[in-house]
């Protein structure tokens, strides 16, 4: 089986988020005011599934819609679709999504035993603060539907600054924790599964996930295109780093390499 395309969900969470806000001006729809699509597609060296010990290339399409916002913002590669009911500036929280692709022994022979891992989605919250102009700290809380039944948060610390008038240059430093019932889903192997793997059977608990760093190069090209390069680096640890499948066909050491060119469409409902 081929590696599956991420494809954003944040059209149908910009829909949901839009109706609560747009209840509070009077004589308006929920869709109207303006709106962006942003479409485009990024390509990169990644791991064939979290904890592998081998790269694959793998390309994702990009695909996001949401509302204007008052003018241009700081966005990560890291940040999954999301939809903000607060918005006041240096601080804004709202709601955010994931889609979750599947995985089985079709993605890589060290799965082969293993309990499938269905296609799914995350959603939950997220908050954001600036504490300067140029600094940006995100973090992500979400519950798994249907791939996993656990709870996983992503934080993460981004300094940002032009180094030319169309280059910008960030990164910093990212962590994710995750509960036992992710932890069981992608990490763990049952009594069935070990006999069937030869790995070691493996119960994990709730705790970290991964500690490590991210930076990217964007290039403005125009009002509406941008093109990114970036690089993430990042350790697995706690739960994820003692797992059988991690110690004994895998690595702790994730690194992650790309580039992405997205296009952005603006317009106006009524």
Not at 54 to 59: C, D, Q, T
Not at 214 to 225: F, P, Q, R, S, Y
Request: net charge positive.
């Amino acid at each position: 089986m081929s590696h599956r395309s991420v494809v954003s969900i944040s059209l149908a969470i910009a829909l949901l988020s839009a109706g609560s806000v747009a209840a509070q001006e009077s004589g308006q729809h929920f869709w109207s005011g303006d709106w962006y699509l942003s479409v485009g597609v990024a390509g990169f060296s990644a791991p064939k599934f979290e904890g592998s010990s081998h790269n694959e290339f793998k390309f994702s399409p990009l695909i996001s819609v949401g509302r204007q916002g008052a003018g241009p913002r700081f966005s990560s590669r890291n940040d999954n679709p999301s939809f903000a009911l607060i918005d006041k500036g240096a601080f804004r929280a709202g709601i955010v999504g994931k889609f979750v692709p599947s995985r089985d022994d079709g993605d890589s022979s060290d799965l082969k035993g293993l309990k499938k891992v269905k296609w799914g989605a995350e959603a939950g919250a997220f908050l954001e603060v600036y504490p300067t102009d140029f600094l940006r700290a995100r973090a992500e809380v979400r519950q798994g539907i249907r791939s996993h039944d656990g709870i996983v948060a992503d934080l993460a610390v981004d300094a940002f600054t032009d180094i030319a008038p169309d280059l910008q240059l960030s990164g910093g430093p990212r962590a994710t924790f995750a509960t036992s019932g992710y932890y069981d889903a992608y990490y763990g192997v049952n009594a069935k599964q070990a006999a069937a793997s030869g790995l070691d059977p493996y119960k994990p608990s709730s705790g970290i996930q991964s500690y490590g760093a991210g930076t990217a190069l964007t290039w403005k090209a125009t009002e509406n295109l941008s093109a990114s390069s970036f690089l993430e680096y990042k350790r697995l640890a706690g739960p994820a780093a003692d797992s059988s499948l991690v110690r004994d066909r895998g690595s702790k050491n994730q690194v992650l390499i790309g580039v992405s060119a997205t296009y952005k469409f603006n317009f106006s409902l009524q």
